[in-house]
């Protein structure tokens, strides 16, 4: 599907969009659609429940007297209230009604909004980019898909007076959209294709971009120390791989300290001998959905070319069961120094989060790190699917962190930390270990496990395992993968860490 600008056209063919605000009156396009149809539009709205509110849509086949093949209507909500992430669910809406509808092409047709703050190029470009992200589907596996049941549309043009502004602003936001279709890719990806040298591949892809990567394969981690994180893919056939990546967007002679990301990529969690029950196990193909959210990121700030030095970095390992498995019991010396003793080896994420942040905070002395990883079952009994659990050692991080959550409507919740629920993990035997009293505050148990290995640097961890996948359609993502992470963390970059 592709996008485009242009100015307004009322001989459009196919499908048109027209936006409603509450007062249900038409303006602009909408009242010319409404005359040449001999008040088709007026009519439809009277005999339905349509109100113009956000969320709300209505749709007039074959309208009279018009070149259209159908209008669709969506509702806008208060236009006081439209902001980037409104026009983003509004494009998003249009594009659920016509995506598989047999349209081929859809004409949103976007006039000043009364009484609306954003811009009608804003507006535009974020409607745009709301239909983008919607329109992804995984669909590569099927060889059999009825007609009916794939996308018709095959190009999206949005019409309105500033179409050259709207153009410039959708271009940064459309590669933040294709950074979250990789990031989906990812994480839709079984385990035997997405393992972590073919990943470690995928992401050395982003070469091409201007990324740095680097990959650093078992050996090498075993030089560095990396006990914690070897253990975990101990088990499996395939090598362990921890990838670095660096976008450097600032001037060689820039004296910023980078800012750094960190994600869990387990491309499978069978539980190693720990091993989880049959039923559902087949979802830990998404347990590498930290990872994909960083490597998301650096795709979208290399391709938007952001103003920012920033690295990545993710470990990837598949946690099985074997011979050579790592055993319930088993001590292991992290890169930190530290000892841990492996109670569970299910909790796995945290011992290959352990060496990459430590790695990371020596490696880089960044401003801060965030990491992202499908850590805790736990978090999805105490947040469910709407929120991402986040943890700090650092308050104002979180106000920026937050204030990104708000704007890109990638939602996160607080959740705290403490010495008490730090000493859960003491060992007997070592200097801790990797899971916290049974049944109890499981999710900041394992915040606390992180803790330890970030050596003071400001930091937030953000436990997604309730956020990646999703089982039902949201507003800007069919079911399935979400790319949860990659347009938070892309605007919190962008609006604090970026020089303008
Ligand atoms: N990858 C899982 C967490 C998870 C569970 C994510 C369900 C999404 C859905 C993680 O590695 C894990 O197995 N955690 C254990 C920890 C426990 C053994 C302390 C859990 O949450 O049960
Ligand atoms: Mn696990
Ligand atoms: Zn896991």
């Given at each position: 599907?592709n996008i485009?600008?242009?100015?307004?056209?009322?001989?459009?063919?196919?499908a048109?969009?027209?936006?409603?605000?509450?007062?249900?009156?038409?303006?602009?396009?909408?009242?010319?659609?409404?005359?040449?149809?001999?008040?088709?539009?007026?009519?439809?709205?009277?005999?339905?429940?349509?109100?113009?509110?956000?969320?709300e849509?209505?749709?007039?086949?074959?309208?009279?007297?018009?070149?259209?093949s159908?209008?669709l209507?969506?509702?806008?909500?208060?236009?006081?209230?439209?902001?980037?992430?409104?026009?983003?669910?509004?494009?998003?809406?249009?594009?659920?009604?016509?995506l598989?509808?047999?349209?081929?092409?859809?004409?949103?047709?976007?006039?000043?909004?009364?009484?609306?703050?954003?811009?009608?190029?804003?507006?535009?470009?974020?409607?745009?980019?709301?239909?983008q992200?919607?329109?992804?589907?995984?669909?590569?596996?099927?060889?059999?898909q009825p007609?009916?049941?794939k996308?018709s549309?095959?190009?999206?043009?949005?019409?309105?007076d500033?179409?050259?502004?709207?153009?410039?602003?959708?271009?940064?936001?459309?590669?933040?959209?294709e950074?979250?279709?990789?990031?989906?890719?990812?994480?839709?990806?079984?385990?035997?294709?997405?393992?972590?040298?073919?990943?470690?591949a995928?992401?050395?892809?982003?070469?091409a971009?201007?990324?740095?990567?680097?990959?650093?394969?078992?050996?090498?981690?075993?030089?560095?120390?990396?006990?914690?994180l070897?253990g975990?893919?101990?088990?499996?056939?395939?090598?362990s791989?921890?990838?670095?990546?660096?976008?450097?967007?600032?001037?060689?002679?820039?004296?910023?300290?980078?800012?750094?990301?960190?994600?869990?990529?387990v491309?499978f969690?069978?539980?190693?001998?720990?091993?989880?029950?049959?039923?559902?196990?087949?979802?830990?193909?998404?347990?590498?959905?930290?990872s994909?959210a960083?490597?998301g990121?650096?795709?979208?700030?290399a391709?938007?070319?952001?103003?920012?030095?920033?690295?990545?970095?993710?470990?990837?390992?598949e946690?099985?069961?074997?011979?050579?498995?790592q055993?319930?019991?088993?001590?292991v010396k992290?890169?930190?120094?530290?000892?841990?003793?492996?109670?569970?080896?299910?909790?796995e994420?945290?011992?290959v989060?352990a060496?990459?942040l430590?790695?990371?905070?020596?490696?880089?002395?960044?401003?801060?790190?965030?990491?992202?990883?499908?850590?805790?079952?736990?978090i999805?009994?105490?947040?469910?699917?709407?929120?991402?659990?986040?943890?700090?050692?650092d308050?104002a991080?979180?106000k920026?962190?937050?204030?990104?959550?708000?704007?890109?409507?990638?939602?996160v919740?607080?959740?705290?930390?403490?010495?008490?629920?730090?000493k859960?993990?003491?060992?007997?035997?070592?200097?801790m270990?990797n899971?916290?009293?049974?049944?109890?505050?499981?999710?900041?148990?394992a915040?606390q496990?992180?803790?330890?290995?970030?050596?003071?640097?400001?930091?937030?961890?953000?436990?997604?395992?309730?956020?990646?996948w999703?089982?039902?359609?949201?507003?800007?993502c069919q079911?399935?993968?979400?790319?949860?992470?990659?347009r938070?963390?892309?605007?919190?970059v962008?609006?604090?860490y970026?020089?303008?």
């Amino acid at each position: 599907m592709n996008i485009g600008f242009s100015k307004t056209s009322l001989s459009a063919k196919g499908a048109l969009v027209l936006f409603i605000l509450p007062h249900l009156k038409l303006a602009g396009a909408a009242s010319e659609i409404d005359r040449q149809s001999g008040g088709a539009l007026k009519r439809a709205i009277a005999a339905s429940r349509f109100k113009g509110n956000a969320g709300e849509k209505l749709e007039i086949l074959a309208p009279a007297n018009t070149p259209a093949s159908r209008v669709l209507l969506v509702g806008l909500g208060k236009p006081q209230e439209i902001n980037d992430l409104s026009a983003e669910k509004a494009g998003a809406n249009a594009v659920t009604q016509l995506l598989t509808s047999g349209e081929k092409t859809i004409s949103v047709l976007i006039d000043v909004i009364e009484g609306a703050k954003i811009s009608p190029a804003a507006f535009a470009a974020h409607v745009a980019v709301g239909a983008q992200l919607r329109s992804y589907r995984f669909d590569r596996y099927f060889t059999k898909q009825p007609d009916n049941k794939k996308p018709s549309v095959e190009r999206i043009e949005v019409m309105l007076d500033d179409h050259a502004s709207a153009k410039k602003l959708f271009k940064p936001l459309e590669k933040v959209a294709e950074a979250v279709f990789f990031a989906r890719d990812l994480v839709s990806e079984p385990g035997n294709v997405i393992y972590p040298k073919s990943y470690a591949a995928e992401i050395k892809k982003l070469e091409a971009l201007g990324v740095e990567v680097e990959i650093l394969g078992e050996k090498e981690m075993r030089k560095l120390g990396m006990g914690s994180l070897l253990g975990v893919g101990q088990g499996s056939e395939n090598e362990s791989q921890l990838v670095v990546m660096q976008w450097r967007g600032l001037p060689k002679t820039s004296k910023v300290k980078p800012i750094a990301f960190v994600g869990k990529g387990v491309t499978f969690d069978s539980g190693g001998i720990s091993l989880k029950p049959g039923a559902g196990m087949e979802d830990m193909k998404f347990d590498m959905g930290g990872s994909a959210a960083v490597v998301g990121l650096m795709k979208a700030l290399a391709g938007r070319k952001a103003k920012a030095n920033v690295v990545g970095v993710v470990g990837l390992v598949e946690n099985m069961p074997s011979g050579k498995a790592q055993r319930p019991g088993d001590v292991v010396k992290s890169m930190s120094g530290q000892t841990i003793e492996v109670i569970n080896t299910d909790a796995e994420g945290r011992l290959v989060l352990a060496d990459a942040l430590w790695y990371t905070q020596d490696r880089f002395k960044p401003q801060f790190m965030i990491d992202l990883a499908t850590l805790t079952g736990a978090i999805i009994v105490s947040l469910g699917h709407e929120n991402a659990g986040i943890f700090s050692n650092d308050d104002a991080l979180v106000k920026k962190l937050t204030d990104a959550s708000e704007k890109s409507g990638e939602n996160v919740w607080r959740l705290p930390l403490s010495d008490t629920y730090d000493k859960d993990i003491d060992s007997s035997i070592a200097d801790m270990k990797n899971v916290g009293a049974a049944g109890s505050a499981g999710s900041i148990s394992a915040a606390q496990f992180l803790q330890r290995f970030v050596n003071k640097t400001p930091w937030i961890h953000i436990d997604i395992a309730g956020t990646a996948w999703a089982k039902k359609d949201l507003p800007l993502c069919q079911k399935g993968a979400t790319g949860y992470g990659v347009r938070l963390l892309d605007r919190l970059v962008r609006d604090h860490y970026e020089e303008k």
